[in-house]
């Protein structure tokens, strides 16, 4: 039911001394390091359900491509990658 006091992570996204930089490069060298020179297959996936009512958290008016217009919703986005060939 989402964060009763966001003040922790709050400070943790606008305080941690990390470079984004060094991140995005930490994260190609382990992707690199798992597909090992292989072909892979990106898929992206952006899920809209409409939702009335307040009792699910991370609804906001937004634009529900299921609905093709902007209504209460939930919206979630997905990325895998697999083996070309598998997809």
């Known amino acids: 039911m989402g964060l009763e006091n966001a003040q922790g992570l709050h400070h943790f996204l606008t305080q941690s001394p990390w470079e984004a930089q060094a991140l995005r490069r930490q994260r190609l060298e382990l992707i690199l390091k798992f597909v090992k020179g292989q072909k892979i297959v990106i898929i ?35 990325s895998i990658f697999t083996q070309k060939g598998e997809a």
Do not use: F, H, M, S
Request: aromatic share 6%; no cysteine; hydrophobic share 35%.
């Open 44 to 78: 992206i996936d952006e899920t809209g359900d409409p939702k009335k009512g307040k009792a699910t958290d991370y609804v906001a008016r937004q634009y529900l491509g299921r609905l093709g217009k902007i209504d209460n919703g939930i919206v979630a986005v997905v």
